[in-house]
């Protein structure tokens, strides 16, 4: 059962133009949810993070939405970059978990590729 | 650079045996993180420990097992390697154990069993 999920596998845009991944979560007490970004052969860098108790959070050219009652986030770049082209997650965490437990739970990725 | 640091980087080994892979996380950094990425898997999450003891588990198999030692660094233990078990295995820090908090990776250990 997939709790936190991409459902486009990949995503072509050009350069320049707004780059929208988008991901969808179950767990309704998810409250702590991030961006990460992946090249081949290295580990997820952090993007962008947003709680629960705020809809947008904004940093130079990534914004995360946050709909709540949709279960829905989205991450916007702009404008976009060839640099951009790379494997993004969507993660999720919940302070319920015992309020010591931060692990993330992670969608399976959207591959973007920005054309220049 | 995350600051967390993980080897090896790559490791072939045959089946039946057992590798250790090694985590040193960043600076100040309490809790470590272990996860796995599998060819066709998103980032599973194995387990979490925060200043040497045990905060969660995933889904890791019984013949896998981790520890945090008192100078903060982590192993994960694999054994009785099956083929399944080639994978991307990350190790993560964060400074905090709790939800809120980011969690910064390292750059994997390749395990490829064959």
């Known amino acids: 059962d997939q709790q936190v999920k991409q459902n486009s596998p990949s995503l072509s845009v050009q350069e320049g133009r707004i780059s929208i991944l988008n991901c969808d979560y179950t767990?309704?007490?998810?409250?702590?949810f991030l961006w990460y970004k992946k090249y081949p052969a290295e580990g997820p860098t952090f993007l962008i993070s947003?709680?629960?108790?705020?809809d947008k959070n904004e940093d130079g050219r990534f914004t995360v939405f946050l709909n709540k009652s949709a279960k829905h986030l989205s991450l916007h770049i702009v404008p976009s970059q060839p640099g951009d082209s790379a494997v993004y997650f969507c993660?999720?965490?919940?302070?319920?978990?015992?309020?010591?437990?931060?692990?993330?739970?992670f969608g399976k990725g959207t591959k973007l590729s920005v054309k220049p | 650079d995350s600051g967390v640091t993980q080897t090896p980087k790559h490791l072939i080994t045959a089946t039946g045996q057992r590798v250790t892979l090694r985590c040193s996380p960043r600076?100040?950094?309490?809790?470590v993180y272990w996860y796995q990425q599998s060819l066709d898997q998103g980032l599973q999450f194995l387990i979490q420990?925060?200043?040497?003891?045990?905060?969660a588990k995933g889904n890791i198999l019984e013949r896998f097992s981790a520890q945090q030692f008192p100078d903060l660094h982590s192993e994960l233990n694999l054994s009785s390697l099956e083929l399944g078990d080639s994978a991307l295995y990350f190790c993560?820090?964060?400074?905090?154990?709790?939800?809120?908090?980011?969690?910064?990776f390292g750059e994997g250990s390749w395990l490829t069993v064959v």
């Open positions: 767990n309704s007490m998810f409250d702590y």
């Open positions: 420990y925060y200043n040497g003891e045990e905060r």
């Open positions: 993560a820090s964060s400074v905090e154990s709790g939800a809120g908090n980011t969690i910064y």
């Open positions: 947003i709680s629960s108790i705020k």
């Open positions: 600076s100040g950094d309490l809790s």
């Open positions: 993660a999720a965490s919940a302070t319920h978990y015992g309020g010591s437990q931060g692990n993330l739970i």
